[in-house]
């Protein structure tokens, strides 16, 4: 099972600053298979970035996403208000078919 | 507009059973492969369980394999989750998502619903 550490736990930042995700996997994993979530309080997650670095439709080009192998970042460039949330990144293997990550919570200073 | 609606959810004992339904809209359904993802209270998301478009496919996560049954009626644009022997650690809000369709394999959840919560205690 390819289990995926996120880190830090909690990142503490002001709107405007740049925020750096990680999500680090026990195994290497296909860039293909590497996606990253947002998630509000009391809703369904949101669906960022697919292909490690695709963005999804919608989403504003201040979030990227990067990586391969065992090591995958997502980067918001300048955070707006409404990007304080919970972010998750998941992955495809073999099994379980869907693992993710225990999630970072990105919280106003 | 793509939505997905799930309902079923509730209160159940020990032991119990519950069919979530996620009722899918403004997109051919036929064509989508779609999962289970449950939130436990305050913690992260689990990937339940997975169908094919079709059908003809299905995986389950270690946690609910041999108690849990997913199906789809395609004709009822209809996602199922049949629980039974259901246990304290399956209460949760719990999600169908679609898997995004396109050239790429991506495996990635492109749709939520927006969850029904599951709550199993005596």
């Known amino acids: 099972e390819i289990v995926l550490t996120q880190s830090p736990g909690t990142l503490s930042l002001s709107p405007g600053e740049r925020a750096t995700l990680s999500c680090r996997a026990s195994q290497s994993v296909s860039s293909s298979y590497l996606a990253w979530y947002q998630q509000k309080p009391g809703q369904a997650p949101r669906l960022l970035i697919y292909?490690?670095?695709s963005r999804a439709t919608g989403i504003p080009d201040r979030f990227s996403g990067s990586g391969s192998g065992t090591d995958f970042t997502l980067t918001i460039s300048r955070l707006e208000p409404e990007d304080f949330a919970v972010y998750y990144c998941?992955?495809?293997?073999?099994?379980?078919?869907?693992?993710f990550g225990q999630g970072t919570k990105v919280e106003i200073k | 507009e793509v939505q997905l609606v799930e309902s079923g959810g509730g209160l159940v004992q020990p032991g119990g059973s519950l069919r979530l339904s996620c009722a899918a809209s403004g997109f051919t359904f036929s064509s989508y492969e779609m999962n289970w993802v449950r939130q436990a209270p305050g913690k992260g998301l689990e990937w339940v369980s997975y169908?094919?478009?079709?059908?003809?496919?299905?995986y389950y996560a270690d946690s609910v394999k041999g108690r849990f049954t997913i199906s789809r009626d395609n004709a009822k644009n209809s996602l199922y989750l049949q629980m039974n022997s259901l246990r304290a650690e399956d209460t949760a809000v719990y999600y169908c998502?679609?898997?995004?369709?396109?050239?790429?394999?991506?495996?990635?959840?492109?749709?939520w619903g927006q969850g029904t919560l599951v709550t199993v205690s005596s």
């Open positions: 998502a679609r898997v995004l369709l396109g050239p790429g394999l991506w495996n990635a959840f492109d749709y």
């Open positions: 292909g490690a670095s």
């Open positions: 169908i094919s478009s079709s059908g003809s496919t299905i």
């Open positions: 998941q992955q495809y293997g073999s099994s379980p078919r869907w693992t």
